[in-house]
């Protein structure tokens, strides 16, 4: 007896041949009919999309500006200065308070210029200087507000 493969019409004398061809030759089609086996690409696809999803959402998320920007843009146009240290836990968490808007800030970093924050009396981290008047410690923000004149909202 003689078996043909029903996707290419080529023959095999046994069938065990015609099946080795066919899982070899053409794996994505269901034996049966010819069809591609969609059951096979589903979960592959399906966590594409989702990661491809996920990652959308974050970078449109990125491009979003930070809550403080007005503010943070406000303290350095009026040469507010905040002195701290990137290992500092103190100066990370007031900082963190600006959330993406922190880049805004005009930061000296104190382990990078200590010359300039002995000089300013510059003694714990974080310490803020605003209209030539230095606060030490973490402030919040509706102090550095009050002090700086800036509003924390557009």
Known sequence: ?????????????AKDSLGQ???MTHPVMNNAKGKIN???YFIP??????IGLISATAYINSLKPGGYDYFAKCLA?????????????????????????KKYLKYVTCADNKEL???????ITPTWEINGTIVSGVQDLKLLSELSGCK???
Do not use: P, R, W
């Not at 696809?45 to 989702?50: D, G, K, M």
């Not at 924050?117 to 003694?123: A, E, I, R």
């Open 77 to 101: 146009e009026k040469n507010v200065i905040v002195y701290g240290n990137d290992f500092c836990t103190y100066t990370n968490q007031q900082l963190g308070f600006f959330g993406k808007s």
């Open 1 to 13: 007896m003689e078996y043909e493969c029903d996707v290419c019409s080529k023959k095999f004398d």
């Open 152 to 154: 924390t909202s557009a």
């Open 21 to 23: 061809h066919k899982s």
């Open 117 to 123: 924050c002995d000089s300013k009396g510059v003694k």
């Open 38 to 40: 969609f059951k096979k």
């Open 45 to 50: 696809v399906a966590l594409i999309l989702i």
